[in-house]
């Protein structure tokens, strides 16, 4: 007989007291509630790491099921802390004292209780990393704290929590919770606990709910305001107590495929493939299907083979800023900045045998410098083996940096979705000698077919959508004659002599009249205009900044919020905007619905995260699949409430059969068919575009 899910059928006390021996209140309420709930909204105390332990509790079932906690906690305020509140929540002071209170309340954490508490805060962190877990925090806004006293400052200080199943049903409970060992071996000093669907207790738990939503959405609280816990402090923190993984004390009873911090099983063979080909090859792998916690697992399986030094090579600083944070657990450094210095120090540290195993991350531009070879090599000689792991791989096969192929490395790892270089196939050729073989793929077909063992999706499904247009006349001579240089060039008697550059720069000029075509900003315009003035999430890519200067003008005359993103933006961090970078505020800026629309030329393509991106409306389309495929990739992230992506391409078609225009067609079609044949729409696509197949 299956298993009854929901509240209904769970069984527990109504009251819990700290005098009740033999109860463990997490085994007995905490923890088969949370395994049933879809959502947990919490009200705790002072903002700090021993709130987070204590609202952990039971955690590894909510996160089972890939729910969500909502937590509204206060700040331990003093008259000294400002006098004038709204300036002072809004700087850096108040950002820097709510992390120096959690950092320093975690060193506090001691004895049996704090190894326990800590895996708690771990927990909790993770979840905060992995957007399960969203924080307020409680703050006064009168004009003159010091006019407040010590009772009004201490006034927010709630002990409650209201659970929901996936069938809406709810429990809410009060009680208090101390951080001492003898509250961590009861598990809870109180609580009383409420059914929204027995009768006499609904009164107790409606309350409790609206209370919560006001504290959430920052109505009717008097002299105090709820605002969002500031960016700077959840990157520290993330940063900071983050684990890669969910922490395994705490999921004993928990199957570790089902949590996304688990390895999942085709990830466990991508990692024993490799080491079946000797440790060589690349992870063919989805965007979105987690080849760098793959790559973890592939690191730290060499480790039984003595001291490993591994060099990440990533293609920007922000992508080698997320392999740190992702393998911080193994103590990964990120080589920046005066790197000569800091290898005079790693290989005296190396001489004297302070290294068991050693991970640096570094970009490729830095990465293929004959001088940074050269003492990656020296240092190497420390070491049993030395392990090259080459992220988004592709560019490692460029004339320019082919160097940061260490020919002295014997585990070598490329990682990309598409390892094969557009238009340049000696480079391909220069990735495939090097890393040898496929060795293991899990293609965007796959991935689509994939449930966890909790039935859920790991990439978003979408439908696919291509608009055609055609060249102008200009466009359509100009195009003409580049096609007869290319052709006059690769058919020469003398082509392997050619320069390839040239070809290479022939071909991307001609790609850039299909990409940049005067008659895709009305098609734009036809896009919009159809989702009637509700659009949001919207990632719409251009092919340069003309083009992105029109599309900005349509959306203005339309209404529409929107934000540019080129890459000029620095990715580096600043106070201004709260200790990240330019870029990470515009992007989170989108993340939380403050603008509707992100115009984009490139910089979106590889390694930044913007799950709740729901709509792409793609100018520069190419034959590129590496950049097509990106980019989609972009869009299929999962995100709670996000069940469907929908992908708008503007196509060129010219009205001409000119065997120089039949190159327009080929690369086209070949895009249109990539994205159709794993779209939900599948069947309609090919029906609206079987003339380009000339199937009618």
Request: proline share 3%; aromatic share 10%; with cysteine.
């Given at each position: 007989?299956?298993?009854?899910?929901?509240?209904?059928?769970?069984?527990?006390?109504?009251?819990?007291?700290?005098?009740?021996?033999?109860?463990?209140?997490?085994?007995?309420?905490?923890?088969?509630?949370?395994?049933?709930?879809?959502?947990?909204?919490?009200?705790?105390?002072?903002?700090?790491?021993?709130?987070?332990?204590?609202?952990?509790?039971?955690?590894?079932?909510?996160?089972?099921?890939?729910?969500?906690?909502?937590?509204?906690?206060?700040?331990?305020?003093?008259?000294?802390?400002?006098?004038?509140?709204?300036?002072?929540?809004?700087?850096?002071?108040?950002?820097?004292?709510?992390?120096?209170?959690?950092?320093?309340?975690?060193?506090?954490?001691?004895?049996?209780?704090?190894?326990?508490?800590?895996?708690?805060?771990?927990?909790?962190?993770?979840?905060?990393?992995?957007?399960?877990?969203?924080?307020?925090?409680?703050?006064?806004?009168?004009?003159?704290?010091?006019a407040l006293s010590p009772a009004e400052i201490d006034k927010f200080h709630p002990k409650f929590g209201i659970?929901?199943?996936?069938?809406?049903?709810?429990?809410?409970?009060?009680?208090?919770?101390?951080?001492?060992?003898?509250?961590?071996?009861?598990?809870?000093?109180?609580?009383?606990?409420?059914?929204?669907?027995?009768?006499?207790?609904?009164?107790?738990?409606?309350p409790k709910i609206r209370r919560f939503e006001n504290y959430w959405n920052n109505e009717n609280l008097g002299g105090w305001a709820c605002i969002d816990l500031p960016s700077a402090v959840k990157d520290k923190i993330v940063s900071a107590f983050a684990p890669e993984d969910f922490p395994t004390s705490l999921s004993a009873n928990v199957d570790p495929t089902s949590l996304p911090g688990g390895l999942r099983p085709y990830q466990l063979e991508a990692v024993e493939s490799w080491k079946r080909l000797g440790r060589r090859g690349f992870l063919e792998m989805a965007t979105g299907t987690g080849k760098t916690r793959t790559a973890k697992h592939c690191i730290q399986s060499c480790y039984e083979l003595g001291k490993i030094l591994t060099l990440v090579v990533v293609p920007y600083k922000h992508i080698g800023d997320q392999w740190v944070t992702e393998l911080a657990e193994i103590g990964a450094r990120l080589i920046e900045g005066d790197w000569k210095s800091e290898f005079s120090e790693l290989l005296l540290d190396a001489d004297m045998g302070r290294f068991e195993n050693l991970t640096l991350v570094v970009v490729k531009n830095t990465a293929s410098k004959p001088d940074f070879v050269s003492r990656i090599e020296e240092l190497s000689s420390s070491f049993n083996h030395t392990l090259l792991v080459g992220d988004e791989v592709h560019w490692l096969g460029a004339t320019a940096f082919q160097a940061a192929l260490l020919p002295f490395a014997d585990f070598r790892l490329g990682l990309s979705a598409t390892p094969e270089r557009y238009f340049d196939e000696e480079g391909t050729g220069v990735l495939y000698r090097y890393f040898g073989e496929t060795a293991?793929?899990?293609?965007?077909?796959?991935?689509?077919?994939?449930?966890?063992?909790?039935?859920?999706?790991?990439?978003?499904?979408?439908?696919?959508?291509?608009?055609?247009?055609?060249?102008?006349?200009?466009?359509?001579?100009?195009?003409?004659?580049?096609?007869?240089?290319?052709?006059?060039?690769?058919?020469?008697?003398?082509?392997?002599?050619?320069?390839?550059?040239?070809?290479?720069?022939?071909?991307?000029?001609?790609?850039?009249?299909?990409?940049?075509?005067?008659?895709?900003?009305?098609?734009?315009?036809?896009?919009?205009?159809?989702?009637?003035?509700?659009?949001?999430?919207?990632l719409i890519y251009c092919s340069d900044f003309n083009q992105m200067e029109s599309a900005g003008e349509v959306l203005s005359e339309l209404g529409i919020d929107a934000q540019r993103i080129t890459g000029r933006e620095s990715a580096s961090k600043s106070a201004k905007y709260g200790n990240i970078s330019e870029r990470q505020h515009i992007i989170d800026n989108f993340a939380k619905g403050n603008l509707d629309v992100l115009l984009a030329i490139d910089c979106l393509d590889e390694g930044v995260d913007i799950p709740s991106a729901r709509v792409g409306i793609i100018l520069a389309s190419s034959g590129n699949a590496k950049?097509?495929?990106?980019?989609?990739?972009?869009?299929?992230?999962?995100?709670?409430?996000?069940?469907?992506?929908?992908?708008?391409?503007?196509?060129?078609?010219?009205?001409?059969?000119?065997?120089?225009?039949?190159?327009?067609?080929?690369?086209?079609?070949?895009?249109i068919e990539e994205f159709a044949k794993d779209a939900i729409n599948e069947l309609q696509v090919l029906d609206e575009t079987a003339f380009l197949r000339g199937e009618e």
């Open positions: 007989m299956s298993k009854q899910s929901g509240f209904e059928f769970l069984e527990f006390d109504q009251t819990y007291d700290p005098g009740v021996a033999g109860v463990d209140v997490v085994e007995n309420f905490y923890s088969p509630v949370l395994r049933e709930a879809v959502q947990y909204d919490r009200a705790a105390g002072y903002f700090s790491s021993r709130v987070f332990a204590s609202v952990a509790r039971g955690i590894a079932g909510i996160v089972e099921k890939r729910g969500k906690i909502r937590l509204v906690t206060s700040h331990a305020f003093t008259p000294s802390d400002t006098k004038n509140l709204q300036d002072y929540f809004a700087d850096d002071e108040f950002a820097s004292k709510l992390f120096s209170e959690f950092e320093d309340s975690y060193s506090h954490l001691g004895d049996v209780a704090g190894a326990i508490a800590k895996d708690h805060v771990a927990a909790m962190c993770w979840m905060l990393r992995e957007g399960l877990l969203e924080i307020k925090i409680i703050v006064p806004i009168g004009a003159d704290l010091t659970l929901t199943d996936e069938f809406g049903q709810k429990i809410a409970f009060s009680g208090s919770v101390n951080e001492t060992e003898s509250a961590w071996n009861r598990n809870i000093e109180n609580i009383d606990i409420y059914r929204e669907w027995v009768e006499g207790q609904a009164g107790y738990v409606a293991y793929s899990f293609d965007i077909t796959r991935a689509l077919a994939y449930k966890t063992p909790a039935g859920e999706a790991i990439l978003t499904p979408y439908e696919y959508h291509p608009r055609f247009v055609s060249l102008s006349e200009d466009e359509m001579t100009e195009y003409r004659l580049l096609s007869k240089k290319i052709a006059s060039i690769m058919g020469s008697s003398e082509s392997k002599r050619i320069d390839s550059d040239q070809l290479e720069a022939l071909l991307i000029k001609r790609s850039n009249i299909s990409k940049s075509a005067s008659a895709k900003i009305p098609a734009l315009r036809e896009v919009l205009l159809q989702f009637s003035g509700n659009l949001t999430q919207c950049e097509f495929i990106q980019r989609r990739g972009r869009l299929m992230r999962t995100f709670p409430g996000k069940q469907l992506a929908q992908i708008f391409d503007i196509c060129v078609l010219p009205n001409d059969n000119d065997e120089l225009i039949k190159s327009i067609r080929d690369v086209e079609l070949k895009r």
